[in-house]
């Protein structure tokens, strides 16, 4: 992937993040069930560490 599509796929992953953390804290508030979205934020944050990464070996960041 050239740098402005691992660029793009990151700010989509950090969306991604915000919006499942937002939905986590909801359903922890009316006591709901959490184990699902724990899992989806630990699978993103292994693929924006993985992004990153390659936008290091590019020099960029």
Do not use: P, T
Request: net charge negative; proline share 0%.
């Amino acid at each position: 992937m050239n740098r402005d599509k691992l660029l793009a796929k990151l700010d989509e992953l950090k969306s991604d993040y915000v919006r499942i953390q937002g939905d986590m804290d909801k359903l922890e508030y009316v006591k709901g069930r959490v184990s699902s979205a724990e899992e989806q934020l630990i699978r993103l944050e292994g693929e924006i560490a993985e992004v990153r990464k390659q936008l290091e070996e590019l020099g960029e960041e």
